[in-house]
């Protein structure tokens, strides 16, 4: 298992951007899925970009266009950049490892709150 720090959050405004940062120890960080997740308040948890080992990326609806999920196995680092950004991405955001690639999430972060503005 990897342990997982993010970094990054904070408050923006309508449209601003932030980037998140989650550095991650332990090995073998290239052969895992690294994702980002967020909980809004009053809402379930839901993943909503993935970068696969092989180098495929994933993104729900909601952020495609404005997130970008990065990675730099050299720093065992994944980055999520949030572009555009808008009040209802207001939540605490975690970064989560999957060692089997498979989408089995068991290593997560503490999270990092951004709050967007209008």
């Known amino acids: 298992q990897v342990q997982l720090v993010e970094s990054g959050g904070g408050l923006a405004q309508a449209g601003g951007s932030l980037r998140l940062s989650c550095a991650a120890t332990?090995?073998?960080?290239?052969?895992?899925?690294m994702g980002w997740f967020r909980q809004a308040p009053g809402k379930e948890r839901e993943i909503i970009a993935v970068?696969?080992?092989?180098?495929?990326?994933h993104y729900v609806d909601s952020v495609k266009g404005r997130f970008t999920i990065s990675r730099d196995n050299a720093k065992n680092t994944v980055y999520l950049q949030m572009n555009s950004l808008k009040p209802d991405d207001t939540a605490v955001y975690y970064c989560a490892g999957d060692p089997g690639n498979t989408g089995s999430f068991g290593s997560w972060g503490q999270g990092t709150q951004v709050t967007v503005s209008s």
């Open positions: 970068s696969w080992s092989g180098g495929n990326t």
């Open positions: 332990g090995r073998a960080f290239n052969d895992y899925a």
